[in-house]
């Protein structure tokens, strides 16, 4: 399974990785994203409609995307 993320408006998204299916999402793998233009706030990780959250169990390829404010 890999796991991809998204952060279309700033920062820098993380590589990709590969885990085991079954795998439990950690604070490791939800980073907060910096805008160094200042112009952004990081608020969270998203998996389509559902808040990223640690303990997220991944069962197949999963992209997070950022969500800024």
Not at 39 to 64: H, N, P, R
């Amino acid at each position: 399974m890999t796991i991809s993320y998204t952060s279309s408006v700033a920062g820098t998204a993380p590589e990709s990785k590969t885990v085991e299916a079954g795998y439990e999402l950690t604070a490791e793998d939800l980073p907060t994203l910096t805008d160094e233009s200042g112009t952004y706030t990081f608020s969270k990780w998203k998996i389509g409609d559902d808040d990223a959250e640690v303990g997220t169990v991944i069962a197949s390829d999963t992209e997070l995307t950022a969500v800024w404010e």
